[in-house]
């Protein structure tokens, strides 16, 4: 597939999601997701002459664009902390609207995105492209221009410490997580 | 995978399934739509021809509705889809990802966007957006003016989508788009989002739904009269 022949929307519409979850996974804070995602396919048109397809479909070139979005993102929150409001009211609207069961996926993912983020950039990047984006590591090592032994190390290591920090969570808000119940939030319907 | 609690494991399931909603992917994509044409003025010229597209239909939609907002949003996506002279001799070169965007476009709502069915806009005295055509460091930075620059203009948009469902007898598309735009960071034009609401809700029969949104209008807005 060449760039002349990639079609723009159709890129948008097959990974949309994956640039969304991402972006999340990051670091990027649900209020801003959708302008970064903007951002990053803004990126993406503009140098979709320079795509050139390498055998794993665009997924390794648009993570690239999204860890620097998502990197842009970071520095521009420790400058500027928080909204005047903190997203507080979109975020009660958000809850609002939603149902119970998605409410617990959400806080899943609010639990899975704080353990995140005690890993470093490289070893997260690495962890998410494998185990939710489900990329081999030939595609990763790809995607982040690294020997693809240093993807196996840095997701040995990413692993172990993302355990770590789910204990720690555990630890420090006293809650002991069944199994059960998590399958149940991750088998429902968002 | 071997040295992963079930936990774990569960909480990546949970995350696979993590995407935006049907109403932030079209929001979204209308949004990438026109920065990329305003941002790439020798962009392929399909893109061209969608962003006039959405410049026409909108026009169209205005046109039957009698919708002044509608020809506004219309007249602006025009004006981003008419490259600048400055615009086309910046991109001659083949860009890396780090400098970005060269120059930004110029874009100004006319007033003419903001009078919304014949009234004033309400409680918005500066609705007319300023954007200075300057060098932008990065994409990030770039995109981040576009942003804030687009986001009234993207409001706008969205209501006029919510009208243009309840005309065509879609209530529930109505409802979840100006939905959509009354939970955005910062709306603007919440007056015209509960209007919009209250109809749609009245339309599917939620007379109960529609009298608490006409009174969370009037509370609000008490010096508004929309037309209802």
Redesign the interface.
Known sequence: MTAAVLD??LL??EH??FV??NL??LGVHP?D???R???V???A???LA?YEERGHGPRAWLF??VL??AS??RR?RRRHPE?VDG?L??DL??TE?EQAEALA?RE??D??DA?LAALDVDKRAVL?LH??EEMTAPEIAESLSLPVNTVYSRL?VA??Q??AA?RAQDRKSGVD?E?AR??V???G?? | ?S??????K???????????SDA??D???A??QL??VA??PN?PAS?HLAAKAIASSKLALGIALGASITVGVAGAILVMTRPSVETRSAVTE??E??P??ERTTVVRLPPAAMVITGHAAPAMESVEIDAVEKPAA????A??V??ERDRLAQEARMVAEARGALHRGDPETALRVV?AAK???GARLVPEELTVEAQALRAMGDEAGAARVDAELAGKFPEQDLGQ
């Open positions: 723009f929307r948008y519409d949309v999601a969304w979850r999340r996974r209020a997701v959708e302008d995602v903007q951002e396919f803004v990126v048109h503009r140098r320079g690239q664009i620097r979005v842009e993102w521009h909204d997203g009211a979109q609207e958000r609207a996926r899943a993912l639990q899975l353990a998410v185990e939710i040995r692993r172990q993302l355990e789910l997580h199994p998590m399958r939030i991750a088998g319907a968002r | 995978m040295d992963m609690s079930a936990r774990t569960d909480l990546f399931a949970a995350a696979k399934l993590d995407q935006p932030a992917r929001t979204m994509w949004s990438i920065a990329s941002f790439v962009a893109a083949p860009r990802l780090e970005a965007i990065t994409a990030a930075g995109a981040h576009l942003s939905r939970a955005k960071r």
